[in-house]
């Protein structure tokens, strides 16, 4: 099993930035990608970037050029680096980590932005 915990979310105003974590542990040898999904109230989850064991990335074209997903394998940690936050960012923010056999998700982390 993986574990997942997420940290880093807050209210900020429009055009800061925040960085979220997702740190795991447990079988983290099994994880296969690490996304981040973001949800905001009366909306469907979205996937908004991804990075595979091998250091590929996408990213929804929401956030392309203001967010950066990054990994520091030795911390087990997957980062989102948000800038040029707007109050369409706004939501609960959600990692998943992708495995051979199951996808594990996190409790999630808000993130506020303020116009």
């Given at each position: 099993?993986?574990?997942?915990?997420?940290?880093?979310?807050?209210?900020?105003?429009?055009?800061?930035?925040?960085?979220?974590?997702?740190?795991?542990?447990?079988?983290?040898?099994?994880?296969?990608?690490?996304?981040?999904?973001?949800?905001?109230?009366?909306?469907?989850?979205?996937?908004?970037a991804?990075?595979?064991?091998?250091?590929?990335?996408?990213?929804?074209?929401?956030?392309?050029?203001?967010?950066?997903?990054?990994?520091?394998?030795?911390?087990?940690?997957?980062y989102?680096?948000?800038?040029?936050?707007?109050?369409?960012?706004?939501?609960?923010?959600?990692?998943?980590?992708?495995?051979?056999?199951?996808?594990?998700?996190?409790?999630?982390?808000?993130?506020?932005?303020?116009?």
């Amino acid at each position: 099993q993986v574990q997942l915990v997420e940290s880093g979310g807050g209210l900020v105003q429009a055009g800061g930035s925040l960085r979220l974590s997702c740190a795991a542990s447990g079988d983290t040898d099994s994880i296969t990608a690490i996304e981040w999904y973001r949800q905001a109230p009366g909306k469907r989850r979205e996937l908004v970037a991804s990075i595979n064991s091998g250091g590929a990335t996408n990213y929804a074209d929401s956030v392309k050029g203001r967010f950066t997903i990054s990994g520091d394998n030795a911390k087990n940690t997957v980062y989102l680096q948000m800038n040029s936050l707007e109050p369409e960012d706004t939501a609960v923010y959600y990692c998943n980590a992708l495995t051979h056999a199951y996808p594990y998700w996190g409790q999630g982390t808000q993130v506020t932005v303020s116009s």
